[in-house]
């Protein structure tokens, strides 16, 4: 033992006093490496780390779904995805201009934007879109195009009389519990955000709006190089903000129409069918529910709209998402024909929201709960007080308190505070547009239920006093609509004219009194007309001229054509532009006849200016007259001219009147198809899904790929330089993309877009190959025939032709779409679901974007002969296996 302690005493003391410091120091350290700990975390949380992840799940969460109406969720119906229902929105400038897709008015240049537009118009829903997008929950290259912005979205009836800044950092608005300090404003300085403002017209204070104006104006000159866009309805603008940009949004038009109703009925439908399988239903089930809603919703589809189109009165209003989802709502749930005008159609909606759906859920019905009828004369009083005093939302306590007094009235006993929340939770009329506070699902639906408890209680003389106020203008006229007798009505519209200044608003909302089937005498009506003509012969801006074009046709169809034929005949050309691509094309051919001759003769002269020669050709295009001698001979003329988009628009009227076979097309009618490769393709590429349906307008395509014949005429007749090789009727070769368009553009037309060019090939039912989901050798030139080279065109015909009756669309040599890949070979810049309003259509893209090929060749196996397989090369390059076929589509005269 002493040995041991001589030997080792050195270790065994300095260990002893090693063992004393350790749990003397051991607190301290612990609580250095924590506050160590805590200050890294602190610093990375202010840089964000974790907290992007979260915040764009948030934003996700709550913009996903269309929320056009506050009804879905219910036990009946559930809210469509956006990005699967969403309609590519048009717009234009204030100054008279074509509409353009919305992705097209982001530049450098402007990065303060203002989107106007009417209500229900879907100015929220762009936002909620955009949103998606620049979280990357939608695959857009807007994001990519704008360098991938922070995404902020605010509501401006939020903002009260805090700053911007503060509104934006605030937990409420980000929809989480904490926001990293200064994460915001850091990147608002770097200029990495695109920041989105809702509802500039819903700040109704009159006082806190000029707040608002100047607080965004400030927060634009602090932080300039960020995107920053705000909607606001027409009729809430004065130019607030004079260094914004303009854009007015514009309506549907007939092909957005029938897509809206395809694309919503086929998400409701879907989601019904696969929610009646239960918790975990099999793949198999799913995709069996799938496919019967795909069919159920298609027959669906079709009797909307061919209701919709034996209704005039409900088709002329129904342009917008809003009214869209209404008629759809009253369609799915009745059995009747749907109303005639828009009053009915809100009192049919509300009947659905408030009865129908109550009816059929019975079983968790309360036993306290309020009839339909005291359900709609609380919601009367409440839409009323809100209108009165500048309201969009009350916290659950001042409704108790508006409703209190009622519930006297009421036929069966009920607290307030179950009255209303059974109306939230049951009918989804009312709202939580905060925590606590209860506003109305759309402003449609408020504006209705006010303008009745102002019919039913007499208070015309409010209407009269708040006649200049943008938010009392919806209310207008639908109450005089509604108001008995036609003495009221008659006095409220003289009353209108004799305060209404002559803008296009004022004047507008005297001629929509009148289509609100109002009776009044003649005499009055023929005052307002007269103000209407006046105004729409010195209308300022296209915007103008659309509102009252439209007011007067709704007013007076009669007197609309006599005008009509008198701008014709006379000598303004810039007045005959506008009624030729605004009026006469939706007229319809009976009432359009009285103005052929005028437009055969306008098409035919070749001294008149050439938009206007062209809008001539694309309303007959869409009148589809019968094509007697004179007409056919303007369009041979106008075909012939040098002009691209002249002899796009004669190229496109002359397939419209029944002529295309005559061009070597095939007519691809209109409709859903599906487009891309299911899961089960064992031979399918990531970039080929996921399968989708697509709706398509009808649009015409080469029967055959072009012949190295018909190129070589081309050559020799245009001037054009020497290119392209093969024989007689084999289809041409070595052809670069900017070759094909070449040929196309002579010719009056343009490519196939990819979408297009599928469609044609496979049909409507997304088989694999053009005969069937078999592939065979002996139906098309692949590399399993050991050609060796190209065979001519029709070769394979009829055998091997599409459903539509197109030769050659796969093997034989690749074929040009004008469709785009992007730069990038690693990564897909236009991915799947199609989208027509994303960039990959743009005919003037940089030629280090490549173009997408379709069809394989003889060179290529089975393999690239699928319908859905997707090739791409730069536009400059060619091979000796490249080919092309030409198309016709009202897109034509845009890529010109």
């Not at 027409?234 to 129409?257: I, S």
């Not at 006599?562 to 009432?591: N, Y």
Request: contains cysteine; hydrophobic residues 40%.
């Amino acid at each position: 033992m002493g040995d041991f302690w001589t030997n080792n005493s050195d270790a065994i003391i300095v260990g002893v006093i090693m063992l004393l410091a350790g749990v003397l120091l051991a607190k301290p350290l612990e609580a250095l490496l924590k506050r160590i700990g805590a200050s890294l975390e602190g610093f990375f949380q202010s840089l964000g780390f974790g907290f992007q992840k979260n915040y764009y799940r948030a934003l996700v969460k709550a913009h996903q779904w269309l929320k056009l109406i506050g009804i879905y969720n219910s036990a009946d119906l559930h809210a469509p995805r956006l990005k699967e229902v969403y309609v590519s929105l048009r717009m234009n400038t204030a100054k008279e201009s074509p509409p353009v897709p919305w992705n097209r008015i982001f530049n450098d240049k402007e990065k303060h934007i203002v989107i106007l537009g009417q209500p229900g118009a879907g100015k929220s829903t762009l936002l909620d879109y955009l949103t998606l997008i620049f979280t990357g929950h939608i695959s857009h290259p807007l994001r990519a195009d704008l360098k991938n912005p922070l995404p902020v979205f605010v509501r401006l009836r939020d903002l009260g009389t805090q700053s911007l800044l503060q509104l934006i950092e605030s937990p409420d608005n980000v929809g989480l519990k904490k926001v990293p300090p200064g994460y915001f404003e850091r990147l608002l300085k770097a200029g990495k955000c695109i920041v989105l403002l809702d509802g500039l017209d819903e700040v109704l204070d009159e006082k806190i709006h000029k707040e608002v104006v100047k607080e965004i104006i400030s927060f634009s000159n602090q932080y300039p190089d960020n995107w920053i866009v705000v909607t606001c309805r027409t009729a809430g603008w004065d130019r607030q903000l004079p260094d914004f940009r303009q854009y007015n949004m514009q309506e549907f038009n007939p092909d957005d129409v029938r897509q809206f109703i395809g694309a919503w009925y086929r998400e409701v439908t879907r989601t019904e069918e696969i929610n009646k399988l239960g918790a975990l239903p099999k793949p198999q089930a799913i995709r069996e529910a799938e496919e019967r809603a795909r069919h159920l919703a298609l027959k669906q589809t079709e009797s909307l709209w061919n209701a919709l189109r034996k209704n005039e009165s409900l088709l002329r209003i129904a342009r917008t998402p809003l009214i869209l989802s209404l008629i759809t709502l009253v369609h799915k749930n009745r059995t009747a024909d749907l109303p005639q005008g828009r009053a009915r159609l809100y009192r049919e909606c509300l009947d659905i929201l408030l009865d129908i759906w109550d009816g059929k859920d019975k079983g968790i019905a309360s036993p306290d709960a309020p009839s339909p009828k005291d359900k709609l004369f609380v919601l009367k009083i409440i839409a009323f007080h809100y209108l009165e005093q500048g309201l969009l939302e009350l916290d659950i306590e001042g409704l108790e308190k508006l409703v209190e007094p009622l519930l006297k009235d009421l036929t069966k006993p009920v607290s307030a505070r179950s009255l209303i929340r059974q109306i939230h939770e049951r009918s989804g009329v009312l709202v939580e547009q905060a925590i606590g506070k209860y506003g109305f699902a759309h402003r449609a639906l408020h504006d209705y239920l006010a303008a009745s408890y102002i019919a039913e209680q007499n208070k015309d003389a409010l209407l009269i006093n708040h006649a200049a106020e943008e938010r009392w203008r919806e209310v207008i006229l639908i109450a005089i609509g509604l108001v008995q007798p036609k003495q009221r009505a008659e006095t409220l519209l003289s009353s209108l004219l004799r305060l209404g200044s002559e803008s296009a608003a004022s004047l507008a909302l005297a001629g929509w009194s009148l289509a609100e089937d109002i009776q009044v005498s003649e005499k009055l009506r023929a005052s307002v007309q007269t103000r209407l003509l006046h105004g729409l012969e010195n209308a300022p801006t296209f915007a103008d001229f659309a509102l009252l074009s439209g007011a007067l046709a709704d007013t007076d169809h009669a007197a609309m054509q006599s005008w009509i034929s008198s701008v014709l005949s006379g000598r303004d050309p810039a007045l005959q532009k506008r009624v030729l691509a605004s009026l006469i094309p939706d007229m319809g051919l009976e009432q359009a006849k009285p103005f052929l001759p005028t437009l055969i003769r306008a098409l035919a002269d070749s001294t008149a200016e050439i938009p206007l020669r062209a809008q001539c050709a694309l309303a007959l295009a869409k009148l589809k007259p019968e094509a007697d001698s004179e007409l056919l001979n303007a369009l041979t003329f106008a075909r012939q001219q040098e002009d691209a988009a002249l002899k796009s628009a004669a190229t496109w009227a002359w397939c419209e009147l029944g002529r295309y076979e005559e061009l070597g097309l095939v007519k691809i009618p209109e409709g859903e198809f599906l487009m891309g490769s299911a899961e089960t393709d064992k031979d399918a590429h990531d970039i080929e899904k996921p399968q989708h349906t697509l709706y398509l307008p009808a649009y015409y395509i080469g029967k055959y790929p072009v012949t190295a014949q018909e190129y070589q005429t081309f050559v020799r007749e245009s001037g054009y330089k020497e290119s392209g090789r093969g024989a007689g009727n084999h289809p041409v070769m070595l052809v670069h993309w900017y070759d094909a368009l070449a040929f196309a553009r002579w010719k009056g037309m343009t490519l196939p877009s990819e979408a297009e060019w599928e469609k044609a090939a496979r049909g409507v039912d997304g088989r694999m190959y053009p005969w069937g989901n078999e592939f065979d050798a002996k139906k098309c030139n692949t590399e399993e025939g050991k050609k060796k080279g190209t065979t001519p065109v029709g070769f394979y015909s009829p055998q091997g032709d599409s459903p539509f009756g197109c030769a050659d669309m796969v093997g034989n040599v690749w074929e040009w779409t004008r469709s785009l890949r992007g730069a990038d070979w690693d990564e897909l810049a236009f991915k799947y679901p199609y989208r027509f309003d994303d960039g990959r259509e743009d005919e003037n893209a940089d030629k280090s974007i490549r173009r997408v090929l379709r069809g394989g060749s003889w060179y290529k196996d089975r393999s690239a002969a699928r319908c859905a397989y997707r090739n791409y090369y730069g536009p400059d390059y060619f091979n000796y296996n490249f080919g092309f076929r030409v198309s016709a589509s009202p897109i034509s005269p845009v890529g010109s």
